[in-house]
T-cell receptor, first 116, second 109 residues
Framework: NAGVMQNPRHLVRRRGQEARLRCSPM?????VYWYRQLPEEGLKFMVY????????ESGMPKERFSAEFPKEGPSILRIQQVVRGDSAAYFC??????????????FGPGTRLTVL | GENVEQHPSTLSVQEGDSAVIKCTYS??????FPWYKQELGKGPQLIID?????GEKKDQRIAVTLNKTAKHFSLHITETQPEDSAVYFC????????FGTGTRLLVSP
C-alpha cells in the first residue's frame, strides 16, 4: 500500500508566478489535509478536504490560495502570484475517517517551494 | 484558542540515556494526541498516539503518558540510539490537528 504521494518534491517559482502542488492520498483514504511548515517551525494547518468538498479552510489565506480535491485525481493546492513569504515546505496528509473519526493522519514527503 | 506548547526546544542526550519531551494543550475537549518524528528533508512520521480513554501507551522503547486533568502529555524514549536523532512534534486534535513547535533531539554516540 503506497503512502501519501506528493509532487513535485521541489518547486522553484519567480515572484508573481503560480504554484501547483499535488497530493495523492493513501489508498482508501478520502480525507486530505494540507499543512505549511516554515524553516525551524512546526506545521500549521491550512485546509481540510473530502472528495469534492472543502470541510475547513480556516488556516488558509483568503487571497491567492485555493485547494481542491476532485472526484478523480489528486488534491491540488494552488498558490497564485507567489511572493517570497510563500517559500516553505507544504505537506499533505490523509486519513480514512476524518476529523470526526479522530483517526490518524499520515503525511507525505512534502513539496519544498522556493520563491525567487 | 487552540494551542499546544512543547518543551524543550532542543534536547541532547548520550546514547543509552532516556529522553522526555513534554506538551501541554489548551482545550480539554481534545481527546486524540499523536506524536510525529521528522527527519531532515522528510515528512512527519507517526511514531505513537494516545486517546483520552487511556493514561499510558507503550511501543517498545517509546511510551506516551497523558494527564487529562492537567492537560499535558509526554513522550518517553528509553535506551536512545543515534538514529533517534530528529525533530519530534506533539499534536492535539481539536477541530483540526494543532502541532507543538517541535523538539530537536540529538543522541550522541
Amino acid at each position: 500500500n503506497a503512502g501519501v504521494m506528493q509532487n513535485p518534491r521541489h518547486l522553484v517559482r519567480r515572484r508573481g508566478q503560480e504554484a501547483r502542488l499535488r497530493c495523492s492520498p493513501m489508498k482508501g483514504h478520502s480525507h486530505v489535509y494540507w499543512y505549511r511548515q516554515l524553516p525551524e517551525e512546526g506545521l500549521k494547518f491550512m485546509v481540510y478536504l473530502q472528495k469534492e468538498n472543502i470541510i475547513d479552510e480556516s488556516g488558509m489565506p483568503k487571497e491567492r490560495f485555493s485547494a481542491e480535491f476532485p472526484k478523480e485525481g489528486p488534491s491540488i493546492l494552488r498558490i497564485q502570484q507567489v511572493v517570497r513569504g510563500d517559500s516553505a515546505a507544504y505537506f499533505c496528509a490523509s486519513s480514512p475517517l476524518g476529523v470526526a473519526g479522530k483517526d490518524t493522519q499520515y503525511f507525505g514527503p512534502g513539496t519544498r517551494l522556493t520563491v525567487l | 484558542g487552540e494551542n499546544v506548547e512543547q518543551h524543550p526546544s532542543t534536547l541532547s542526550v548520550q546514547e543509552g540515556d532516556s529522553a522526555v519531551i513534554k506538551c501541554t494543550y489548551s482545550d480539554s475537549a481534545s481527546n486524540y494526541f499523536p506524536w510525529y518524528k521528522q527527519e531532515l528533508g522528510k515528512g512527519p512520521q507517526l511514531i505513537i498516539d494516545i486517546r483520552s480513554n487511556v493514561g499510558e501507551k507503550k511501543d517498545q522503547r517509546i511510551a506516551v503518558t497523558l494527564n487529562k486533568t492537567a492537560k499535558h502529555f509526554s513522550l518517553h524514549i528509553t535506551e536512545t540510539q543515534p538514529e533517534d536523532s530528529a525533530v519530534y512534534f506533539c499534536a492535539a486534535l481539536f477541530q483540526k490537528l494543532v502541532f507543538g513547535t517541535g523538539t530537536r533531539l540529538l543522541v550522541s554516540p
